[in-house]
């Protein structure tokens, strides 16, 4: 099928379930965030379980080809994974610079990051056995976890983003082991921090990605377009994928009016295209959404893109969201009617 259709990766959580005011008035937690759930503890399972039969429906009635859990067991991207290794303080956490600049509460690494157990086996069979469709499930990559934490014991950036990498690879193939189709690795860092993502970025990806038995994408970002509202006019890291082992990379070029020219830098690989403004609270005409696929053809074969939001749609009002992805999938139609 050409240009199939996608979820990045989350979904907007509803209402009875996550304090999404909350929610919004802060950066994504990089710690637990237990505050913003608005179940109580003892039903918050049975709650995430039904929220994600929400999302899986959603997505099926906006009709896209490639489904995921929404996210909505999580509290954002990276902490659901980020919090449940070894090596790591929770509990005392310690500071790191967000990407905007501010100072966050970060896990504090105390010792070798190891993963103790599966963290997202259970969200994949629970996926596989809700819907027929091909499945993707995300996880944070290693190289955005090394720099949303404190070191304390590596003494080394890239040694601690190694020691992630070791333990995104083993819940890498377990999640390909469970059912899902497409493992898509979340590394909007590789964008906030350049320079050492030159250095080892790159390296690192291609450790957590090491043996991997199915489709493997790697996703960069601007930032939420909810939290962080002005985007550059460039990624400021992106042909250096053109070395990483994944198949596909996701990337956004609706709200940045992206040059879509530097897709040639990575001839070879699938490019998940963000097609979705996400800082729009309207829902865009089919007609500009396939002119922002088209912008891209010349750059990017047809049979090499999937089509996509900006970014992860967890902070939009869920009739929006729904209103988007149900435009995305007519105008991924009548691009294949040509």
Known sequence: MLFPTSLVGSYPQPDWLIDRGRLAGRFPPRVRARELWRVDPAYLVQAQDDATLLAIRDQERAGLDILTDGEARRESYSNRFATALDGVDIDNPGTALDRSGHPNPVPRITGPVKRRHAVEVDDV????ANTAATIK?????????????????????ESLAFGYAEAVAEEVADLFAAGADIVQLDEPYLQARPEPARQYGVKVINRALEGAAGTTAVHLCFGYAAIIHERPAGYSFLPELAACSCDQVSIETAQSGLDTSVLTALDGKTVILGVLDLNDMTVEPAETVQARVERALPYVPAERLVLAPDCGMKYLPRDVAFGKLAVLTEAARRLRAG
Do not use: E, N
């Open 137 to 157: 499930i995300t996880v944070p990559g290693p190289f955005t976890m090394s720099q949303q934490a404190q070191d304390d014991y590596y003494g080394s950036a």
């Open 125 to 128: 069979k629970f996926l596989r």
